[in-house]
């Protein structure tokens, strides 16, 4: 296990407490180096959407286990958010919620000369996902060739 996921996977234990207690649901936790800063990123979840105010509680409630725990050796920033309208589905618990929701592949490497897919969520495992075209055809993809599925966004 590399040293970001350990802080990743830390952070989870600690923070899943206070999620849980202000009602919220955790979607994901990461730790990122951009542009020679490091963050430790928390995205929570809510039925109607997080406010800033669910995110700076949030916030202050873990900064003090944070200082307390002192676990992660680099300097870094710590951030609550929310996970956006396009939120990537990373977790078990995100496929089953999208189960019949239209989502956006991206591939790493083209495949019949594309990169890009949107279709409905059919079906997924630990290993592929399935979407379904406008058609009803399917399509199977390894999920160690997707760089992204996202819910599909329309404006």
């Known amino acids: 296990m590399t040293r970001r996921e350990q802080y990743e996977q830390m952070t989870e234990k600690l923070i899943q407490p206070i999620i849980s207690e202000l009602g919220f649901e955790l979607v994901d936790v990461e730790y ?27 916030s202050r409630k873990f900064s ?10 680099d300097a870094y920033i710590f951030e609550v958010s929310s996970p956006g309208l396009g939120r990537p589905l990373k977790k078990e618990k995100d496929f089953q919620r ?46 160690s060739e997707i760089a992204i599925v996202r819910l599909a966004l329309h404006f």
């Open 98 to 143: 999208s189960l019949g929701a239209e989502v956006e592949i991206k591939t790493y490497r083209a495949i019949d000369k594309q990169k890009d897919f949107t279709g409905i969520l059919k079906a997924y495992d630990d290993k592929t996902i399935t979407i379904e075209y406008e058609d009803q055809t399917e399509q199977i993809f390894d999920k």
């Open 32 to 58: 990122v180096k951009e542009v020679g800063t490091w963050y430790l990123r928390a995205y929570i979840d809510k039925p109607g959407g997080i406010t800033v105010d669910d995110c700076e509680a949030v």
């Open 64 to 73: 003090d286990i944070l200082d307390e725990k002192d676990y992660i050796a």
